[in-house]
């Protein structure tokens, strides 16, 4: 059983496209993420949510909405999709918002904006 | 695991021999280090970790030495082996922050069979 799952595992759409990325966990964890990895690579964090909260919100703009039904489930929204947006998207989860606790990762979307 | 322009600094090695991946940190307030691995179109794996308080932890052939005073942490594997071959990140968690991991830039490990 996968831990951490997300669909699609791959988009591709046209810019000015809106788009859902679906996010579960079946870790019984509280908390969960996004993260976004550019083309060289980079991992850097948009969004966490802990117990359906939003606890952190990175420099991410506007058209990004992250919802979380549940404790189980992230989704991320993107609206008006531009070419920059073109990235691996992971979703992350943690069983709770402490420190030290170890993130698990997705196997990533990777969101192709033409 | 320094970038150079555009490529993701790669260390390569023979099967069986040990490497040593480094990362630097730059925020003296972190005090927990992760390392993970990323294979080829999958998610980063957790592979060991390490609190502020330490200076060394050991796992199943891995190792994690932090020195605080230069703010380096490296990741020792030993007896590399072809499932080795992924890109690790090094991850530090700044104190009072809640799982805000920030990530290094990746080592792309090679390992020639």
Known sequence: DTAVSQTPKYLVTQMGNDKSIKCEQNLGHDTMYWYKQDSKKFLKIMFSYNNKELIINETVPNRFSPKSPDKAHLNLHINSLELGDSAVYFCASSLTRRHFDIQYFGAGTRLSVL | ?113
């Open chain 2, 1 to 113: 695991g320094e970038s150079v322009g555009l490529h993701l600094p790669t260390l390569s090695v023979q099967e069986g021999d040990n490497s040593i991946i480094n990362c630097a940190y730059s925020n003296s307030a972190s005090d927990y280090f992760i390392w993970y691995k990323q294979e080829s179109g999958k998610g980063p794996q957790f592979i060991i970790d390490i609190r502020s308080n330490m200076d060394k932890r050991q796992g199943q052939r891995v190792t994690v030495l932090l020195n605080k005073t230069v703010k380096h942490l490296s990741l020792q594997i030993a007896a590399t082996q072809p499932g080795d071959s992924a890109v690790y990140f090094c991850a530090e968690n700044i104190r009072g922050s809640q799982g805000n991991l920030i990530f290094g830039k990746g080592t792309k490990l090679s390992v020639k069979p």
